[in-house]
């Protein structure tokens, strides 16, 4: 059977056929994407925007520099245009999330303890969907496979297994 996505948004349609939804995530039909809309602190604030707050700091960017709404493609914007090299914004984001690693939200949480899902994609630049595989499906050993696109380095590919 060939894959099949569904895109669930807020609010829901009453005609949403969720027993579907259900049996195709039980086949292995689905492959959830999770995107920055999830990585939210515990008190409510998006981890993201806070983040950026930390990036621009480092970076020695004036807040009034910065444009609305400030997150952090905003920052590496600013930063870029400003004459700072690509390497020196990833290392510092890099740096930041090392040092001070935000606890896993509830929603990955929540997401990582459904192990009919066997794979997922994550278009955020953080390691918390990693960090809640391993704490949901494995004692919090890092166990979870992590593969990453890098524009230099040679990209690994899935083993299948």
Do not use: H
Not at 10 to 34: A, C, K, N, Y
């Amino acid at each position: 059977m060939a894959p099949v996505s569904a895109i669930v948004s807020t609010p829901v349609s009453r005609s949403f056929d969720w027993d579907e939804l259900v049996q195709l995530i039980l086949e292995g039909q689905v492959i959830p994407i999770v995107g920055a809309a999830v990585l939210v602190a515990a008190d409510g604030q998006p981890l993201p925007e806070q983040w950026a707050r930390r990036l621009a700091e480092a970076l020695d960017l004036e807040p009034a520099a910065l444009p609305e709404p400030g997150g952090l493609n905003e920052v590496a914007i600013t930063y870029l245009r400003t004459g700072g090299r690509r390497n020196r914004l990833y290392a510092r984001l890099k740096e930041l999330l090392e040092q001070a690693p935000p606890a896993v939200p509830a929603p990955l949480a929540q997401l990582a303890a459904i192990r009919d899902f066997k794979l997922y994609v994550s278009t955020t630049c953080d390691g918390l969907l990693v960090a809640a595989l391993n704490q949901a499906r494995f004692g919090g050993v890092a166990r979870a496979q992590s593969l990453a696109y890098s524009l230099n380095v040679k990209v690994e590919d899935l083993s299948g297994t």
